[in-house]
């Protein structure tokens, strides 16, 4: 199975994507933690990176494909994969079809409101990644990850100026790619509003149907 998620920022990408590549058996690529990973590592990619990431820009287009490339090439992506936050443009997705053929491009659909209600109570493990609300999806004990045990913090991109400026840019880049997908017959649109267990749920059936 070859997966891609869509959907805003804080829609529940990095949330149900874990859960659905557990329940897969399939490894799930987040661009955003290849990235943020890069910039703490302060590689040549990390370094170019920062900038944008910082002001919740899109990194350019060359970079992402590039660390997309390295990353599919994996022997654990061999029987299948899920995409988090990957493509994000138009030329990413063509970029990404000359890469692999993909099986189905899940929609995960938000309304702003609720995004940036999402965002400002977000707190993610600095040192897994995994994500968490402090009211919707707490973790059990309070700033402390679930999964790994780390240091839950706010991440600098999720301040109310920066989710604007990346809401923005989701609009204008990313929300294309629906129409890009839906063209290709493999789109499903999925209301992730619900409960997380429904949308997990919801998400299975669409990718074993
Ligand atoms: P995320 O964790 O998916 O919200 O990504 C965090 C940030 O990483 C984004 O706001 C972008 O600056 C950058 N980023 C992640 N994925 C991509 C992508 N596919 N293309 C360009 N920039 C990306």
Do not use: W
């Amino acid at each position: 199975m070859k997966l891609i998620l869509l959907g805003a920022p804080g829609a529940g990408k990095g949330t149900q994507g874990k859960i659905i590549c557990q329940r897969l058996g399939i490894p799930v690529i987040g661009t955003g933690n290849i990235i943020r990973e890069a910039v703490a590592n302060g590689t040549p990619a990390g370094r170019e990176a920062k900038s944008y990431m910082e002001k919740g820009h899109l990194v350019p287009d060359e970079v992402v494909i590039a660390m997309v490339r390295e990353r599919l090439a994996k022997e654990d992506c061999k029987n299948g994969f899920l995409l988090d936050g990957f493509p994000r443009t138009i030329a990413q997705a063509e970029a990404l079809e000359e890469m692999v053929h993909i099986d189905k491009v899940i929609d995960l659909e938000v309304d702003d409101q609720v995004i940036k209600e999402r965002l400002a109570g977000r707190r993610v493990c600095e040192k897994c990644g995994d994500s968490y609300h402090i009211t919707n999806n707490p973790p059990k004990v309070e700033g402390v990850c679930d999964s790994c045990g780390g240091r839950l913090i706010i991440r600098k991109d999720d301040d109310p100026a920066t989710i604007e400026s990346r809401l923005a840019v989701y609009h204008r880049e990313t929300k294309p790619l629906t129409g890009y997908y839906q063209a290709k017959g493999i789109l499903e649109v999925i209301r992730g509003t619900n409960d997380l267990e429904g949308t997990t749920r919801q998400i299975l059936a669409a990718v074993e149907a």
